[in-house]
């Protein structure tokens, strides 16, 4: 695989593949949050059980934690990169803010490449995460499929809120490519979709991995090979 990978995302350059690489909204991959509670010293070999992931909280403040990103149910042929935006209540300081909701200090990416967009990660941007051509992401995932740690967010929770994995806002899209260059776009997924959430407080998450999902006949043609 070439490392001119990440460029070919980013200027577009794709062409239809065929349906067969997925048959159904079950087999493509999905980007899940999960925020342990752990103190880890190497967060970017944490590997949990992808389908019994903690995506609530009940103890605020929920204060200096990892918040992880992701992708479960990943394609066989493994996984070297993906896009995806973010969105929550509250602020990207690496000073803090005791009245947000959601303070995020940073975000560490555990690929090789990153492109972000401007004030990533604050809310409302995205970013793009690629591995290095030697390094495909085989491992496998706890609930089939292949498994990616993408990185991790640092963060407090002051107030019961959600954060949410969301398209990248610059293209509108989430997507994971594969290790023989096909992309799975994932964003018209219906019935919760494959983009996770996490909740502090009472409020909720949403973890796709352990979700059932149904697709719509477009979402086909948003599985593309890079040219």
């Known amino acids: 695989m070439s490392r001119q990978f990440p460029f070919l995302v980013l200027l577009g350059v794709l062409i239809p593949a065929s349906p067969a690489l ?3 909204a079950e087999d493509l991959p999905r980007i899940a949050l999960h925020a342990p509670n752990i103190q880890f010293k190497n967060p970017c070999a944490y590997y ?5 992931l903690a995506i609530q909280h009940a103890a605020l403040p929920f204060e200096n934690v990892f918040t992880f990103v992701l992708i479960c149910n990943g394609p066989e042929a493994g996984i070297s990169g993906f896009q995806f ?3 929550y ?3 990207f300081n690496p000073n803090g803010d005791p009245n947000a909701d959601i ?5 560490t990416s555990c690929g090789y490449l990153s492109f972000d967009s401007a004030g990533w990660p ?3 941007t995205g970013t793009l995460i690629t591995w290095y051509y030697n390094d495909c992401q085989l491992r496998a995932d706890t609930g089939g499929g292949t ?3 993408a990185g991790y967010f640092y963060l407090t929770a002051y107030h019961p809120a959600t954060m949410r994995i969301v398209p990248r806002p610059s293209d509108h899209r989430a997507s994971v490519a594969d290790c023989s260059n096909v992309s799975y776009d994932i964003t018209d997924v219906l019935d919760g979709g494959l ?14 991995c352990a979700a059932s999902v149904s697709v719509e006949p477009t979402t086909w043609s948003g599985i593309k090979r890079l040219h």
């Open 22 to 24: 997925a048959s159904r």
């Open 48 to 52: 949990p059980n992808t389908e019994a």
């Open 85 to 87: 935006g973010i969105d």
């Open 89 to 91: 209540p509250g602020v």
């Open 103 to 107: 303070v995020v200090y940073g975000f």
């Open 122 to 124: 604050a809310p409302g």
């Open 147 to 149: 498994f990616a740690n």
């Open 195 to 208: 983009l996770g959430s996490v909740g502090f407080g009472p409020t909720a998450g949403y973890n796709p």
